[in-house]
């Protein structure tokens, strides 16, 4: 521009034909800047909506870095999987879009963990695909995050994947969802934790319930038979009331003699008590209305466990949690395997 200027003045130019030149690429400059602004506007807009044929002709026809940010530091990549678009996902990566964006992914979002928020399961097997980083925090990891909104099929995925249990925990708020309501999005989660070695005795409030406790106070069948299935610890104890206080206390308490009798096959011992020394077959009686309940439990009080429950009990022991999933495996009769997972006595 300076040797234009130059030129001009050589060729004996006046001074307002010069700053007439200068004015014209000035504003020859500020249109491209606003006509570049107005492009990654629109590429941001298409994103977030899903515009795959706008986001394409703008990917395609213009220049602009496909990382490119927005105030906030998000790219299209990430508004694109914010809102489940995967077709636009797939474009983006294709293009070269960085799976992580440009963030910190140690400590902040990324497209994965917002699409695994969501729950939009293709984004989250695109960026999977595309070398997305498992244990990106903010501060949970995506498999924290999927687990706690009751995602099933993005948890699946994730630890296909890989994912860490032991770094991503299980959340609190699965546990007492699936206990409190069975909502099956929740128990389907927890039978994919569970299988991954996750602890299903971990407290989940202050008074050192577990799921299996929520499970008897709301009466919840479903949870329960989840939980004891993966080998969930039967007579941990809390300080609900009182302390000592077992899942089979509160199932009587509730009047559900269904659990109790659910407890006490999977090894629920009828003698434990409370710190003022009283067995579940105290509580029932104290409750009057129990009168099956309490029935039941003298039943088990002064009749000794079929062996054959023992055994069971000894080899789902032997066993341990983490590799309760091996029973399917075992040189053993399926019948026997049944048995082994409750599901015939």
Known sequence: MGQVRSRLKKMGAGVSAVESFTDLQRRASESDDESEDFTVKHLFQAAERGDLRTMKRIVEENRIPIDI?????????????KDGHHECVSLLLRQGALADGLRDVSSSWTPLWIASCGGHTECVRLLID?????????????LYVATR????????????????????????????????????????????IALSGCDLDEPVNQYQQTALHLCSINKNGACMN??????????????????GVTP????????????????????ADVYLTDENGRRASDWANSAGKNTGCYRYLKYAESNPRPLVYLARWA????LGRKRLQHINNLAVPPNLVSFLWYKTN
Not at 230 to 242: I, P
């Open 130 to 142: 595309a070398g997305a980083n498992l244990e990106c925090k903010y501060p949970e990891t995506p």
């Open 69 to 81: 940010t927005d105030n906030s530091a998000c790219t299209p990549l990430f508004m694109a999987a």
């Open 226 to 243: 989840t939980l004891l299935a993966h080998g969930a610890s039967v007579n941990v104890t809390s300080n609900y009331f009182l302390v």
């Open 149 to 192: 909104e009751g995602h099933a099929p993005v948890v699946k995925l994730l630890l296909q994947a890989g994912a860490l249990t032991e770094f991503s925990g299980i959340p609190h708020h699965s546990l007492i969802e699936a206990a409190m309501h069975g909502h099956r999005d929740y128990l389907e989660c927890i039978h994919l």
């Open 315 to 318: 080899v789902r022991k032997t």
């Open 248 to 267: 089979l206390h509160l199932a009587t308490k509730s009047g559900c003699e269904h659990l109790i009798k659910l407890l006490v096959t999977h090894g």
